[in-house]
């Protein structure tokens, strides 16, 4: 007969997400885990599988524990822009908490992933995804609502909004002053009516960015001979 466990689960994951936060996937030993968590590598093993069982856990944690509040701020009622703008409110708050680790967690070992090569690599970008999919909803009912041109590519802009959000959390743990975070969101809401009401042109017209192309001219010699 298995012995009860004699520790609180959500407590010593919520333990375990925030040495992750701060130290990463890579960063963060055995050792360190039993000595944050409080319980030993047997326990871990017995309640998770071990390591990387227990860091998969820990992104369901950080999910439904801090994730979540943002993608309540896109739900709550009040219009598309109003989401928006509680959205980023939200996660200014969050990196100038002093009881949380800086910046996000998933921004934080998403450094670390392969594209999805691996268990947790999959799970790092389905997290992602998730965020994603909450900004993409919001605009499509911003669509249908008539808040948000038809013609606006909600995909492509709830993937910016994803790309600044990480890239805001990058910024949070490297700058000492969080008058930079500040200034990159009011730009961000300042450009929201060019975002969400575009000149209706078809999505054909627009020029797309070659990405392999362009790396491929970025390697070519230039074809002027310094003088």
């Known amino acids: 007969m298995p012995r009860p466990r004699e520790f609180d689960i959500e407590e010593v994951l919520d333990r375990a997400t925030r040495l992750f936060w701060q130290r990463g996937y890579g960063g963060t030993s055995l050792n360190d885990l039993e000595g944050a968590m409080g319980i030993g590598r047997t326990s871990i093993y017995a309640a998770f599988g071990g390591k990387e069982g227990l860091f998969l856990a820990v992104l369901d944690h950080y999910d439904g524990r801090y994730s979540i509040k943002l993608r309540e701020a896109l739900r709550a009622a009040g219009g598309i822009r109003a989401a928006i703008r509680r959205y980023f409110s939200e996660l200014l708050r969050a990196f100038a908490d002093p009881d949380l680790p800086l910046g996000c967690l998933i921004t934080n070992v998403g450094v670390e992933g392969d594209r999805g090569a691996t268990r947790l690599g999959r799970?790092?970008?389905?997290?992602?995804?998730?965020?994603?999919?909450?900004?993409?909803?919001?605009?499509?009912?911003?669509?249908?609502?008539?808040?948000?041109?038809?013609?606006?590519?909600?995909?492509?802009?709830?993937?910016?909004?994803?790309?600044?959000?990480?890239?805001?959390?990058?910024?949070?743990?490297?700058?000492?002053?969080?008058?930079?975070?500040?200034?990159?969101?009011?730009?961000?809401?300042?450009?929201?009516?060019?975002m969400l009401m575009p000149a209706r042109r078809a999505r054909r017209d627009r020029p797309r960015i070659d990405v392999v192309s362009a790396a491929a001219r970025h390697k070519e010699p230039s074809a002027v001979e310094p003088g």
Do not use: C, M, W
Not at 135 to 140: K, S
Not at 152 to 163: G, K, L, M, Q
Not at 168 to 188: M, R
């Open 123 to 194: 799970k790092i970008a389905a997290s992602i995804a998730h965020t994603e999919d909450a900004f993409y909803d919001l605009l499509r009912r911003g669509q249908a609502s008539g808040e948000v041109a038809a013609s606006a590519d909600a995909r492509a802009i709830a993937r910016y909004f994803v790309a600044s959000t990480h890239g805001l959390s990058t910024l949070a743990k490297a700058l000492p002053t969080p008058s930079a975070l500040t200034d990159v969101v009011e730009a961000i809401l300042a450009n929201l009516d060019a």
